[in-house]
T-cell receptor, first 112, second 116 residues
Framework: ETGVTQTPRHLVMGMTNKKSLKCEQH?????MYWYKQSAKKPLELMFV???????ENNSVPSRFSPECPNSSHLFLHLHTLQPEDSALYLC???????????FGPGTRLTVL | AQSVTQPDIHITVSEGASLELRCNYS??????LFWYVQSPGQGLQLLLK??????LVQGIKGFEAEFKRSQSSFNLRKPSVHWSDAAEYFC??????????????FGGGTRLMVKP
């Protein structure tokens, strides 16, 4: 058990491809998050899920589609991405309100 | 809306020297405050956090941070830096959100380089 895991660690995709990022947490947490980390911008929150329900969509384009089938798993489905979507995508989880978020190692995405 | 400023984008210190990384925040109430560290190609590791109580908090790897309400600051310190401390450091403000942890707002990060 290694806390929060993400697969794949690296992904290269074309603009017309469809791919998915996976996040799994082994911490028994109720909330999961997707963040985007670009080279020249602060970390940006994308989505929040609480007890499998999406509670926040931070104005993310529809080419990013999250899915949370249960409290331990979170996916980010990608389709028709743009080169500017190349970034490190980080997943995090937290037990509940007022608690700390624990991060996975990230998926480095490159869109050609 | 809350915001976090880390004024120093890059800092270089000699190994063994002391370190202070600055963080200022803007938020109407007392927020939850965090420092995370990120090594190249890795995710974020929590160094320490402040929720309430003693304003001087101790973290992992010999780091500490002090919350100063009057200055809206939460600066990170270490008395003697090791070469392995070279990384990027992020300060974050957490606002409790629904029943699902905190909504974190991050600063832009400070990249620390350590000279031998």
């Amino acid at each position: 058990e290694t806390g929060v895991t993400q697969t794949p660690r690296h992904l290269v995709m074309g603009m017309t491809n469809k791919k998915s990022l996976k996040c799994e947490q082994h911490l028994g947490h109720n909330a999961m998050y997707w963040y985007k980390q670009s080279a020249k911008k602060p970390l940006e929150l994308m989505f929040v899920y609480n007890f499998k329900e999406q509670t926040e969509n931070n104005s993310v384009p529809s080419r990013f589609s999250p899915e949370c089938p249960n409290s331990s798993h979170l996916f980010l489905h990608l389709h028709t991405l743009q080169p500017e979507d190349s970034a490190l995508y980080l997943c995090a989880s937290s037990p509940g309100q007022g608690d700390t978020q624990y991060f996975g190692p990230g998926t480095r995405l490159t869109v050609l | 809306a809350q915001s976090v400023t880390q004024p120093d984008i890059h800092i270089t210190v000699s190994e063994g020297a002391s370190l202070e990384l600055r963080c200022n925040y803007s938020y109407g109430a007392t927020p939850y405050l965090f420092w995370y560290v990120q090594s190249p190609g890795q995710g974020l590791q929590l160094l320490l956090k402040y929720f309430s109580g003693d304003t001087l908090v101790q973290g992992i790897k010999g780091f500490e941070a002090e919350f100063k309400r009057s200055q809206s600051s939460f600066n990170l310190r270490k008395p003697s830096v090791h070469w392995s401390d070279a990384a990027e450091y992020f300060c974050a403000v957490g606002i409790p959100y629904n029943n699902a942890g905190n909504m974190l707002t991050f600063g832009g990060g400070t990249r620390l380089m350590v000279k031998p």
